[in-house]
């Protein structure tokens, strides 16, 4: 984790959720910032960049502040399409491969690749 990293993490410590996507982005070596906020209730300024005020929030501010994401699922495609290259250790972390992998398999992240390339221009591969 790094301060003022352009991946901002917004999330409650020991959520099982903000964990995935913490896992997920330490296997693939990407500075992130994790910025901690109470959901119960959800402070205004967490509503203004998440209306539904769930967690956890990728915030990439290399592509602006307008992009906020608060569905887990979302988190970790946006997280495989953004950040290209490593892969999950499926001895280590079994669990999160499966569930990549099966991320992977869905008809509607494939067909979302191409509708998000133009905010990830790195592409995306497969775990």
């Not at 887990?72 to 999950?88: D, E, H, M, P, Y």
């Not at 992998?101 to 591969?125: K, T, W, Y």
Request: glycine letters at 8%; aromatic letters at 10%.
């Amino acid at each position: 984790m790094a301060e003022g990293a352009d991946l901002v993490i917004y999330g409650m410590r020991g959520s099982p959720f903000v964990r995935k996507v913490q896992v997920l982005l330490a296997e693939k070596g990407v500075d992130f910032e994790v910025r901690g906020v109470n959901i119960f209730p959800a402070p205004e300024w967490f509503a203004e960049i998440n209306p539904a005020k769930r967690i956890p929030v990728p915030r990439d501010r290399s592509i602006g502040d307008a992009l906020s994401i608060a569905d887990i699922a979302v988190a970790t495609q946006f997280v495989n399409l953004r950040f290209v290259g490593g892969s999950v250790d499926a001895a280590r972390w079994p669990k999160l491969a499966a569930y990549a992998l099966r991320m992977h398999a869905r008809p509607s992240f494939a067909a979302s690749i191409e509708d998000e390339s133009r905010l990830f221009p790195q592409g995306c591969c497969p775990l």
